[in-house]
Structures are given as C-alpha cells and as structure tokens.
C-alpha cells in the first residue's frame, strides 16, 4: 500500500508498502535533545498539555529557542522523553539547509544531548488479491484449541500505527485507550490500525466477524502514523510521532509493543527500544523484505522480527506467520482481506500475549527458544521459519495443545 510523510514539504512522497520502496524527500525538520534531570520530567496527565510547569523545563524551552535562533531554525513543537531523561524539541530547516551538516553542528554543541533528522517511516501492507486462496490464522494455528489455555487476558499490547476504530462490532470493548500522537487534529480511525487491531484483539463468540489471536488482551491504540486517503489504508509515521508513543507504551507499561511499520535506522527510536527491551517487553517489528536487513526496526537486535510466509525473506531469526489473505476488521460494521508483512506481525504479537498470559515472567531468551519450538526441537536452523503457535503455547503451559508432539519439548520457561 501507499505510504506518505506528514511535512507539507513531503506530501509527494509515497511509499508502496512492502511491493515497493520509494525514496523519500530530505528532511526539513530535525530533533533536538536536551538533557532532563529524569526524577523531574514527567508529561503531563493525558499530555494534554505536553509538559508539567517546571523551572527547569522553562529553562530548557529558553536554550531551545537560543539554539534555534543562533542555528536559524524555527522551533516547532516539544515533547519529553522521561525514559531518556531527556527533551525533544522539534526545529524545522530554512530552504537549501542540509539536516546532516545542521545536526552535526548541533551534536557538537556542548548545550546538546544529541541531534538527528525527523525520517520517515510506513507501515507494512499489500494490496488484497482476491486469488489467493483463503489462510486464515484460526485454521493454521488452532485458535479454539489455544484459547481453551490463553487468550492473553489482562496482558497490555501497545499497537503503534494509525488510528483505531473501536466502533466496529468486532473491537467494541476492546480498546482499552487511545490516544493520538499526531498534530493534525483529533484521533480518528483509519484502516490499517483498524486491521492491524482485529487481528490481535478481535472479539471472541459474538457471532460476527472474525476471532482475535488474543481476544482478552488490553489495548493501547496509540496513534502515531496517519492515513493518506479515504481510499486507501496508506499510512506514514515519522521519528517523532513514533517516539512519543513509544515514551507513552513505556509509561503506561505496556508488555508487548506491536511495530507493523518500517523505516531508516534512528538513533532516538533506537534508545527507546533500548529502554523497552531492557525491561522486558517484547517488541515486534514487521519485516521488509524489500530491504536486505528487514528494515527498521524490525532488524534491530532484540526485536521479534515477522514477515509473511511467503514474503522473500533470508534473514537469520525471522518468524513467518500467514502473510495473505488474512480477513480483518475495517471502520464500521466491515471487514476485508488484508496482505503483508504488517498483518503478520499482529498475529506474532497475539501470539506472544498467549505465552506472556502463561509465563508472565518470561525471559526474552526464553521467549525466543518458544516462539522458534522447532528449532528447540532440533528440526529447524535459524534461518526464516514457519511459527508453529500449538509448539509455543505448549512450550509454556506443559500441556499437550494441538500437536502433543511438542509436549516433550526440553525448553525450560516460568510457569503461572
């Protein structure tokens, strides 16, 4: 699918999801951190107003606006980072200036934490083919039988990703909060949050629609990306948007951080997922497979890498869940077929919320042996494999699921 960048100077921009990698206009707005004395930041309630009344974050606006005036930029909005222990104020460029040649100056400005350009980034999806044949994860996982052992109650998944209708039969109920991390007015839904989110929560036993690979779980729709069009499920996100939902998934303690997007390696997103993975939650990254890493953030190390079974992938670690055909939730009373690397991660999210429901106090290590079973097993490398759902949720629940084999596995985790 399409995606786009939110700056009037990259409107032109489109990107077309996993099936092509467009290039991106230059930036035309950069980060600027300062340093915060972590026990005194903290956003305000809601971040309705973005930050608390401080001295010492009035101090911290009056260097930012030194900077931005000594440097000839323009200060356009802030936003604090406590996991960082920092302020990020977002400056915007004067035509013909160079974001690498202006952060470089400013990262060697002694008042600086540290500076980057505000990048770019899309979610993961493909057109629909109605050719295909019908995948659906509640086949090829066992849903009914994984469910009568977890349905991922009570464990916290923050989505990342453009807006979430909570008005569609399937996710009434479901969504735990919202919240919107755009400046372009009020949350709103749009389609591939929407998808992505029927996917992972999707009501169970209602009679309509189709069944969430963890229906009980809670979750945070955080509204970092927007959507381009009426028409289309294209969706762009950017270095900032992201990074204040992530700050937000952190606070609220999130334990599972669904990332169905892509984009260029960034230093703050990257210190984020620093922060996240060193306390234990478990951060899913779609694949790109038009990108020979996977792209970021989903070839970062620690990050539960998913891509579509069919998807061209080689990455060593990868785990392929269904990848086309996957029928799911839209605005309304709707649901469609989805396709793409995006839709594979929300599954893998699921997933993880099943075996977390069963090991709360699982390691990543330990996750990592149980969403790779077979090669615990010794019947797969790591080289890009199959998940096999029924071979984790045993792994956790010593329990035999829908294929007993997998019972024997050798694989020690934390039980309930």
């Known amino acids: 699918m399409k995606r786009g960048w939110l700056l009037l100077a990259m409107l032109c921009a489109v990107y077309f999801g996993a099936a092509v990698q467009a290039q991106a206009q230059p930036p ?17 309630d809601g971040y309705a107003l973005g930050y608390t009344a401080a001295p010492d974050e009035t101090a911290r606006l009056r260097i930012a606006r030194e900077l931005a005036h000594q440097y000839g930029l323009q200060l356009v909005d802030n936003w604090p980072m406590p996991a960082l222990a920092l302020d990020c104020f977002v400056m915007r460029m004067a035509p013909g200036m160079s974001a690498d040649q202006i952060t470089q100056a400013l990262s060697h400005d002694t ?50 990703d453009s807006g979430v209708d909570n008005v569609n039969p399937d996710l009434a109920g479901q969504i735990t909060e919202q919240r919107n991390f755009v400046d372009d007015g009020a949350y709103r839904a749009e389609l591939h949050g929407t998808e ?27 509204r970092a990306c927007w959507q381009l069009s009426q028409d289309s499920a ?41 922060v996240a993975i060193a306390s234990r939650v478990t951060v899913v990254g779609a694949v790109d497979d038009t990108a020979a890493d996977g792209g970021f953030p989903a070839s970062y190390p620690g990050v539960v890498a998913a891509a579509g079974e069919h998807a061209a992938v080689t990455r060593n670690g990868v785990l392929l869940a269904p990848g086309e055909d996957i029928p799911t939730t839209q605005p309304g009373a709707r649901w469609n077929l989805v396709n793409g690397s995006s839709f594979a991660a929300a599954e893998v999210s699921g997933l993880v919320a099943l075996v977390r429901e069963l090991s709360p106090d699982i390691t990543l290590t330990q996750l990592h042996d149980v969403l790779h079973a077979r090669t615990a097993l010794g019947l797969a490398s790591m080289r890009p494999m199959t998940i096999d759902a029924c071979a984790a949720v045993a792994q956790v629940s010593h329990r035999c699921t829908c294929d007993c084999a997998v019972a024997h596995a050798s694989v020690e985790v934390p039980r309930r």
């Open 28 to 44: 035309s707005q950069v980060l600027v951190m300062l340093r915060a004395a972590a026990p005194h930041l903290r956003a305000a």
């Open 111 to 160: 008042r600086v934490e540290s500076a980057q350009p505000r990048q770019a980034f899309h979610t993961l999806s493909k057109d629909p083919d109605p050719l295909y044949s019908l995948q659906p994860t509640a086949a090829q996982w066992h849903l009914a039988e994984l469910h009568a052992l977890s349905t991922g109650r009570n464990i916290a998944i923050a989505e990342v």
């Open 196 to 222: 992505v989110a029927g996917i992972i929560v999707a009501r169970e036993g209602n009679g309509v629609g189709i069944v969430g690979v963890a229906p009980q779980a809670h979750l945070l729709a955080l």
């Open 234 to 274: 294209a969706a762009a996100c950017d270095s900032f948007t992201l990074a204040k939902a992530l700050q937000y998934a952190l606070e609220k303690h999130a334990q599972i951080i669904n990332l169905s997007l892509t984009g260029p390696d960034d230093r703050l997103l990257r210190r984020l997922l620093d």
